[in-house]
């Protein structure tokens, strides 16, 4: 199929003069957007104990073992944000993300050890398991760097129980195992009670000298036989006990590398732990990336920079979208299905690191006379109309016939409404977009480059897609509401205002609480609060997107669980015609 | 040679960023037109200097109307 895929059509243009005149003010705007999500975190990185107190431990923090675990220039970091607990530590004490292992793609999650010493906190199980469900989307090996002190005890009753509780993570983990996807454990430091079960769960675990795992730690030496309350003598008692279990913690080495053979392997320093885990990476399935590319990878033809020139900061502002995609993909080449039809929603094949990749995105602006056909006023992008529809129902069937990922660009503002968007049964073919998703089971990402909004933003593979959406990204642009929040004011209180006005009563307080309730819209659609919140996966720099999308591509090629031969697609030759 | 440069869209006039006798480089924005929610800017078709804005601030205009002449440079 090399004629079809080696050249491909071209997209974009080069920036003009006037253009970069004009854009400079929304470059400055967007780069300053991105310093405050840059802030936050930051303030993560920072939680907890400084780096040099662990180091003076002998300990080396998490985020060190991740900067030497993983291939430089490969770490696309996840959920850095996500605290939907709001935890007064500003995370959910896991640190995860994708990136590549001694050549090879693999979801990789450890415990942030400066804080709490890795304990469990509330909202952690939660992100575990979107961890997990990420490596069962791909199919590529999961690393742990298992480091849990336990559960942070206070707050026990926010996280450890219920059906996506703190033992949650462990029956994904069987899952993940009888699926055939191998978790890779480094473990370090002392884990006890749930951290045991942090420790034991993968498929193989290579431990440090100093490392435990176990079913109780001291912390509950005398909880276990609880005897109405606590008095001096009971406390010396403990005092006692805890001195000698510090000085042998159940679990050691000893045991579980000596006697049980948990451990496959203990080192001496913490970095053999972590280069145990590259050599055990080298030996994971994995296609060589040659099997699958269409072409030799190539980068896109225009720089990344200029992103935040053709982004508009300004949501009511419109651009091309054609613009944006042409700065993301191989040498900006492409192949559309349907030009001449639904002209609301990009739909192509495109490379990214020499791989096929199917691209869907909104487009903006005024859609031209006579679109959409069924009405008789004007179609504006980022709105669907039956045609779109139809087009990325089409689309999305086939990339699943031809087993080709997908990544979606959104920026929507909803589904066209009224009567005659009903009877030109907009619902039902939104749903049937929704069925067409969950038909393909393909690995499929999001680049939320704006508005998330309305049924617009599940429909066109968000993350409530979670059979297929292997994560979502936003950026400082980003927001993601039911709708907007002057649109939900006027829907929550147009009837009262009716009915005050009746009345011959004052509107003012009608009418604060509508502004109220806009404010909050704005505020609870914020990216910040769309990353803490996890309505999105991580906040990503403009000119950072492309290596999401070369992690997305490679990871989702690796060892994908069905192929179809190049020479066997049909999207190219129904494009080509 | 004088550009006319088009509404490619009805909607209200938001904001003219040049002026008559200003300069221009092909692509700048000379004006934005507000229509369903969204603001569509209004690019210069070349370089030249503005040579007449036929709109102000606030005004409704119907797809196709002229908007300003450029003299192109």
Redesign the interface.
């Known amino acids: 199929m090399r004629p079809y895929f080696e050249e491909m059509p071209r997209l974009g243009k080069a920036l003009?003069?006037?253009?970069i005149?004009?854009t400079e003010e929304n470059l400055g705007q967007f780069k300053e957007a991105e310093k405050a999500v840059e802030a936050e975190v930051q303030r993560i990185k920072d939680a907890g104990f400084p780096t040099e107190k662990i180091n003076k431990r002998g300990q080396m923090t998490v985020w060190q073992r991740l900067e030497y675990l993983v291939d430089p220039g490969t770490w696309s970091p996840l959920h850095t944000l996500y605290n939907p607990a709001e935890n007064e530590e500003g995370t959910t004490n896991v640190i995860d993300g994708l990136g590549k292992i001694a050549g090879r793609w693999a979801v990789v999650i450890g415990f942030d050890n400066k804080v709490m010493a890795g304990a469990w906190l509330p909202g952690q199980s939660e992100n575990i398991l979107r961890v997990t469900d990420l490596a069962k989307r791909l199919n590529i090996p999961l690393v742990w760097l298992v480091n849990c002190s336990g559960a942070k005890l206070p707050e026990q009753e926010k996280f450890y129980a219920n059906r996506r509780g703190a033992g949650t993570p462990f029956y994904r983990h069987a899952e993940l195992e009888q699926a055939g996807v191998p978790i890779i454990a480094g473990i370090y430091g002392t884990n006890p009670a749930g951290g045991g079960y942090q420790g034991v769960s993968p498929t193989v675990l290579f431990a440090h000298k100093d490392a435990n795992i176990a079913v109780g730690g001291t912390g509950i030496v005398s909880g276990m036989a609880p005897q109405g309350g606590f008095n001096v003598d009971m406390a010396e008692d403990l005092i006692e006990k805890v001195k000698s279990f510090k000085a042998k913690p159940p679990g050691r080495v000893e045991t579980h590398f000596h006697e049980t053979g948990f451990f496959r392997q203990v080192f001496d320093d913490e970095k053999g732990v972590l280069d145990a885990i590259k050599e055990s990476m080298k030996g994971m399935p994995a296609y060589d990336p040659k099997f699958f590319r269409v072409a030799e990878p190539k980068p896109p033809e225009y720089e990344g920079e200029d992103l935040y020139r053709l982004l508009p900061l300004?949501p009511?502002?419109?651009y091309e979208f054609e613009e944006i995609l042409a700065r993301l993909v191989d040498r900006g080449q492409h192949m559309e299905f349907r030009p001449d039809y639904g002209p609301e929603v990009y739909t192509g094949l495109c490379k990214v690191d020499g791989f096929l990749v199917a691209c869907i995105g909104n487009r903006?602006?005024?859609l031209g006379?006579g679109y959409p056909e069924y009405a008789d006023y004007?179609g504006?992008?980022?709105k669907l109309y039956r045609q779109g529809l139809i087009k990325m129902n089409e689309f999305v069937t086939l990339c699943g016939r031809d087993r080709i990922p997908i990544i979606w660009f959104q920026d929507t503002?909803g589904i066209d409404v009224g009567d005659a968007a009903e009877r030109a049964e907009l619902l039902g073919l939104g749903q049937g977009l929704i069925y067409s998703i969950q038909s393909t089971n393909l690995p499929m990402m999001l680049v939320l480059l704006r508005k998330g909004s309305a049924a617009a933003h599940y429909l066109m593979g968000g993350p409530t897609a979670n059979r297929n959406n292997a994560f979502t990204l936003g950026t400082a642009a980003s927001e993601i509401y039911v709708m907007h929040g002057e649109t939900a004011a006027v829907a929550t209180y147009s009837r009262r205002l009716v009915k005050e006005k009746e009345a011959g009563r004052d509107l003012e307080p009608v009418i604060e609480s509508m502004n109220r309730l806009a404010q909050e819209y704005h505020e609870k659609s914020r990216p910040i609060f769309c990353a803490k919140t996890g309505m999105v996966d991580e906040i990503v720099p403009l000119d950072a997107l492309r290596g999401y999308l070369v992690g997305f591509a490679g990871a989702a090629y690796q060892n994908p669980i069905s192929i179809c031969p190049h020479h066997h697609m049909i999207l190219p030759r129904i494009i080509k015609g | 040679m004088a550009e006319e440069v088009r509404a490619p869209l009805a909607g209200k006039i938001v904001s003219i960023n040049a002026e008559v006798g200003g300069a221009v480089e092909e692509d700048e924005d000379i004006l934005v037109i507000e229509a369903m929610k969204m603001e569509t800017p209004i690019y210069a078709p070349c370089d030249g200097k503005i040579k007449e804005i036929r709109v102000k601030k606030g005004d409704e205009v119907e797809e196709d109307d002229i908007l300003a002449i450029i003299d192109e440079a």
Do not use: D, F
């Open positions: 003009k003069k006037g253009q005149k004009r300004n009511k502002m419109v903006q602006g005024y006379k004007p504006i992008g980022g503002s």
